[in-house]
């Protein structure tokens, strides 16, 4: 079965920093990856998702990931953070058959300083 | 467009109470998931269906069960409330189980008392 890590409980950055957010998965072959964030009282929302194809996926509000598989790990990047980026982010992996569940990490919290 | 839609919003039990969480989705999405939310445990699967006809447990199943009324509708029922089951739930859907994205509804915040 699949598994996320997200080491980082909570991250803080200044406002038009460079972030990092990172997620480390398990899974026997090459899954299916998500980043999706979720403001206060909110939702989740897709941030950007890896099928297969280029290891750099774009996203929206200027997020990226980078896909490796050799080191099984999909971290989410943005060059210049937002006041409005501060949220939780969450990775996920699901499997390529056809009945594997998505699952989520833990969570990374992002406080943006002015 | 509505998507994925949760009720009630908010709910408040007593110990020994029971309920169910309603999720009625407008995409004609195959899978449908219950996620529970806990502070630092991020989201964990509760249960899903992956299709119309079937559900399975995911990783914290104890007492909940579900329901897949139909295509649009997956239902989660507390049957005696627990004040462990103090959480915020969500419910979710997706084309397919694991190999597209899910799209979540707003979330239902229950407090058992």
């Known amino acids: 079965a699949q598994s996320v890590t997200q080491p980082d409980i909570h991250i803080t950055v200044s406002e038009g920093a460079s972030l990092e957010l990172r997620c480390n998965y398990s899974?026997?072959?090459?899954?299916?990856l998500f980043w999706y964030v979720q403001s206060p009282g909110q939702g989740l929302q897709l941030l950007l998702k890896?099928?297969?194809?280029?290891?750099l996926v774009q996203g929206i509000k200027g997020f990226e990931a980078e896909f490796k598989r050799s080191q099984s790990s999909f971290n989410l990047r943005k060059p210049s953070v937002h006041w409005s980026d501060a949220a939780e982010y969450f990775c996920?992996?699901?499997?390529?058959?056809?009945?594997?569940?998505?699952?989520f990490g833990k969570g990374t919290k992002l406080t943006v300083n002015p | 467009n509505a998507g994925v839609t949760q009720t009630p919003k908010f709910q408040v039990l007593k110990t020994g109470q029971s309920m169910t969480l309603q999720c009625a989705q407008d995409?004609?999405?195959?899978?449908m998931y219950w996620y529970r939310q806990d502070p630092g445990m991020g989201l964990r699967l509760i249960y899903y269906?992956?299709?119309?006809?079937?559900?399975d447990k995911g990783e914290v199943p104890n007492g909940y069960n579900v329901s897949r009324l139909n295509k649009r509708e997956f239902s989660l029922r507390l049957e005696s409330a627990a004040p462990s089951q103090t959480s915020v739930y969500f419910c979710?859907?997706?084309?397919?189980?694991?190999?597209?994205?899910?799209?979540f509804g707003q979330g239902t915040r229950l407090t058992v008392v």
């Open positions: 979710a859907s997706s084309p397919l189980t694991g190999n597209t994205e899910a799209f």
């Open positions: 899974y026997g072959a090459t899954p299916y």
């Open positions: 890896y099928f297969s194809g280029d290891t």
């Open positions: 996920a992996v699901g499997g390529r058959g056809g009945s594997e569940k998505l699952v």
């Open positions: 995409m004609n999405h195959n899978s």
């Open positions: 269906s992956a299709s119309e006809g079937t559900t």
